[in-house]
């Protein structure tokens, strides 16, 4: 398999689960998906070379070299071979879509789950926060108004 750039090797489930870096839980459990299945990793591999520039670039060296020296014109068996390639990159396309919206919808629900955590703390904190505040405040008036009434009595 061709050398992949440093941001495309971590997509990889295999190598993001190895890794030492941390990642949002989502993508943690979406990585131990794809890396469980053997046709998901091989799906995973397709589509990051598919992605790269190596593989226009060999695309166009063979597609070059076929159409000097192995047809000529209108090279027929050429088109048939572009038609079935295309046909199942475009699976692995659609592939890779579905498996970014099933990853966005995970993460957006742990973000929620999270959000609504955060907020229920921060809810009970202020409550708190208030609750103590009055308690303070009625101590600190009690005891001043208990302070006012024996001074004036003197």
């Known amino acids: 398999m061709t050398s992949l750039r440093p941001e495309a090797s971590r997509l990889v489930p295999r190598r993001l689960l190895k890794g030492t870096e941390i990642h949002h839980p989502a993508v943690i459990d979406e990585a131990?998906?794809?890396?469980?299945?053997?046709?998901?990793?091989?799906a995973d591999q397709i589509t990051t070379f598919a992605g790269s520039m190596s593989?226009?670039?060999?695309?166009?060296?063979?597609?070059?070299?076929?159409?000097?020296?192995?047809?000529?014109?209108?090279?027929?068996?050429?088109?048939?071979?572009?038609?079935?390639?295309?046909?199942?990159l475009s699976t692995f396309v659609m592939i890779g879509q579905n498996r970014q919206a099933a990853f966005q919808q995970t993460k957006a629900?742990?973000?929620?789950?999270?959000?609504?955590?955060?907020?229920?703390?921060?809810?009970?904190?202020?409550?708190?926060?208030?609750?103590?505040?009055?308690?303070?405040?009625?101590?600190?008036?009690?005891?001043?108004?208990d302070d006012h009434g024996s001074a004036s009595a003197t």
């Open 32 to 42: 131990r998906k794809r890396n469980a299945s053997f046709q998901l990793r091989i």
């Open 55 to 88: 593989f226009v670039w060999i695309h166009a060296a063979i597609f070059a070299l076929w159409m000097l020296f192995f047809e000529h014109s209108p090279w027929p068996t050429l088109t048939l071979v572009v038609s079935l390639e295309a046909i199942f």
């Open 109 to 145: 629900d742990h973000d929620y789950q999270a959000e609504e955590l955060e907020l229920k703390t921060n809810t009970e904190l202020t409550r708190e926060i208030h609750r103590l505040t009055a308690e303070l405040h009625r101590r600190v008036m009690g005891q001043a108004s």
